[in-house]
């Protein structure tokens, strides 16, 4: 299965991103507005290299009545543990550290490329500009009742007025690796604020601290393939992480330092089930199939 392209690193490998996360000096320059927790936009610097960087202390988590309290970036760094062993990569460099305000999440920072469609140009599907509606250039809203060629169907939504509009996502193998990715991390906030496409043509997921909860809580707009068969990659690599997920692996052990034995259980059965199934998950009806607000 060939990899994608590793984050454009200026010299700095995976590992040498995360030592720099881990380990490098933490300069708050700001707050991120609009988050519901605390995310402090960084610079993280070590050994001559510097990064721009996210840093969420768990001291600026709100509680949760369906999570365990001071668990997030927990989640988070699980996230991105179980993505780089799909070898997909689609999460962004994530340590577990002590900064300026206590332990917390530490992201390397992605500058998404706005200009990124998922056709490869600025058009966005028949009826329009899919950033004409403040929507990343993955999603869109079209007037029509079924998508155009290239695009996924995900419901209608109100756009006032009494008016309602389709809403879709692109039919971009990117995109179906990381619908993928949920369902096994049981993702319950994808919002489309929460994909960045970077230059190169790389897509990051981001934002995971409501991820590997025991009960269904999976929320996404990527719905467009629900009920479809997983192609034949997915399929492999959810059969390499089942191996993975074995206990005494590296990868469940370090699992087990972030989420509960009932949470690691659960991953093992959400994996098993897609293999099973072989086909993308549907939404149960026992919980809000969109999360809320969906951008």
């Keep these: ?34 988050a519901s927790n605390a995310v402090l936009y960084c610079t993280v610097a070590y050994e001559g290299e510097e990064r721009p960087c996210v ?47 206590g332990p917390g999440m530490c992201q390397l920072w992605i500058e998404a490329d706005g200009t990124d469609a998922a056709d490869g140009s600025d058009d966005g599907p028949e009826a329009g500009d899919p950033g004409a509606h ?28 009494g008016r309602t509009a389709l809403l879709v996502h692109a039919d971009d193998p990117r995109l179906r690796r990381l619908a993928v990715l949920d369902a096994v991390i049981n993702n319950g906030d994808r919002k489309g604020g929460h994909l960045l496409p970077a230059p190169g043509g790389r897509l990051y997921g981001i934002d995971h601290g409501v991820t590997f909860n025991a009960d269904d809580k999976l929320r996404t707009l990527l719905w467009g393939w629900a009920g479809e068969p997983l192609t034949t990659e997915a399929v492999e690599v959810l059969g390499l992480l089942s191996a993975g997920l074995e206990p005494g692996t ?46």
């Design 55 to 101: 840093y969420k202390p768990v001291a600026g988590e709100q509680p949760l009545w369906d999570f365990p309290d001071g668990t997030l970036a927990q989640r988070e760094v699980a996230a991105y543990e179980v993505s780089e062993a799909t070898g997909w990569g689609l999460v962004p460099p994530t340590v577990l550290r002590e900064g300026p305000y």
């Design 134 to 161: 403040g929507l990343p250039p993955l999603l869109a809203l079209v007037e029509d009742e079924k998508p155009g060629e290239g695009w996924k169907a995900v419901g209608f939504a109100e756009v006032g007025e």
């Design 1 to 34: 299965m060939p990899a994608p392209e590793r984050i454009p690193s200026r010299g700095l490998t995976e590992a040498g991103l995360r030592t720099l996360l881990a380990q490098g000096e933490l300069t708050v320059l700001g707050r991120v507005r609009g």
């Design 250 to 295: 590296a990868l469940a052990t370090r699992l087990a330092e972030l989420i509960t034995m009932a949470e690691l259980d659960a991953l093992r059965g959400r994996v098993a089930v897609l293999r099973e199934a072989g086909c993308h998950p549907r939404p149960s009806g026992e919980w809000p199939a969109i999360p809320w607000p969906p951008v």
